[in-house]
C-alpha cells in the first residue's frame, strides 16, 4: 500500500523498480544491503523518538496549566 503511493509520486512502472535495484546490489553488494537497511531503520526510530520527546515537551506545560486552573 505505501510502495503503490511512492510508486504512484514518482510515476515508476515495475521495470524502472527492477532496475533500480539492479543497480543497487551491483553498487553495495549483498551483504551490505542489510547493513544499510539497519542503519536506516535506526536512523528513522532516533527521529520519531525525538518528535515524540517533542510532542511531549510541548504538552507538558499545557497539562500542567490545566491542571493548576482545576485546583
Known sequence: MILNGILGF???G???VILIVAI???LFG????PELMRGL????KSF????NEIEDEIKKPVEEL???DKK
Open 30 to 33: 549483498g551483504r551490505k544491503i
Open 10 to 12: 514518482f510515476n515508476l
Open 41 to 44: 531503520g535506526k536512523g528513522v
Open 14 to 16: 515495475t521495470g524502472e
Open 66 to 68: 490545566d491542571n493548576k
Open 24 to 26: 543497487i546490489l551491483l
Open 48 to 51: 520519531k523518538q525525538g518528535m
